[in-house]
Nanobody
């Protein structure tokens, strides 16, 4: 079991940067693969980035080169550094966790946070 709480979402101007955090509590954090997903109004939830307990990362094509996912296992915290933000990045961002391997399939994640909203405007 793990409980997840996201923070850091806010309004930001296009081209700006933002860092999201996800604080985890419960079972051993480093045993979980972690991921960020996002969901814009009227759209399906989509994969953003994932990171394994060994810090192996994977990114959606749309954010590769702009976003960086990281984790500090000692602090039970997951991060998403978002740079060069675009209007299309506006969404509610969710962190998710599952045991063992990371995946882009949201249905395979067992634990979810409540989400934090990011609004990018011109």
């Amino acid at each position: 079991q793990v409980q997840l709480v996201e923070s850091g979402g806010r309004w930001v101007q296009a081209g700006g940067s933002l860092r999201l955090s996800c604080s985890a509590s419960g079972d051993s954090f480093d045993g979980f693969a972690m991921a960020w997903f996002r969901q814009a109004p009227g759209k399906e939830r989509e994969f953003v980035a994932s990171i394994t307990g060994f810090h192996v990362t994977n990114y959606a094509v749309s954010v590769r080169g702009r976003f960086i996912i990281s984790r500090v296992n000692a602090n039970n915290t997951l991060y998403l550094q978002m740079n060069s933000l675009e209007l299309a990045d506006s969404a509610v961002y969710y962190c998710a966790a599952r045991l063992h391997s990371a995946t882009q399939n949201a249905n395979l994640y067992n634990y979810w946070g409540q989400g934090t909203e990011v609004t990018v405007s011109s």
